[in-house]
């Protein structure tokens, strides 16, 4: 629910911005029957701490990582350990540097994602330099491009 901006409202009724989402729907996604999820629904509405935390959600909006190609960009996947400082600003730097726009920043929260990225939607293709320089920083572990 957290990954699609799934809010829950005070009768349990789920919601991405104004689109109401169907108990049924939710439970193919997710692998499981459409009672697990009224069930969870009711479970958040009854728990004050869940129900501040889903009542208030809201889907950050969609990915272009699964369409660089055809918009004529690229994604630049960066591993690091989510936890460190400077991760996102290293790379802006190097980005910056380069002279490559970032139309999109997409960071994993890692108390919610086990491996947790930094994906970067960039315009054009990236040079050799550009990853060269990246897989310097101290903050990277390893980096993907897509094209």
Do not use: W
């Amino acid at each position: 629910m957290l990954e699609y901006g799934i809010r829950v409202t005070e009768e349990g009724r789920l919601f991405v911005g104004g689109m109401e989402v169907d108990y049924s729907a939710l439970a193919r996604d997710a692998g499981t029957d459409r009672r697990v999820v009224k069930q969870a629904a009711r479970r958040i509405t009854s728990d004050p701490f869940l129900f501040s935390v889903f009542s208030g959600v809201a889907p950050v909006g969609a990915s272009l990582l699964h369409v660089v190609s055809t918009i004529g960009c690229s994604a630049i996947i960066i591993e690091a350990d989510p936890r460190a400082a400077g991760v996102i600003s290293g790379v802006a730097g190097v980005l910056a540097k380069h002279g490559v726009v970032v139309r999109q920043a997409l960071a994993d929260d890692p108390d919610m994602v086990k491996d947790a990225n930094l994906t970067l939607i960039v315009e054009g293709p990236v040079g050799g330099g550009v990853i060269g320089e990246l897989e310097r920083l101290e903050t990277v572990r390893g980096i993907t491009v897509r094209k």
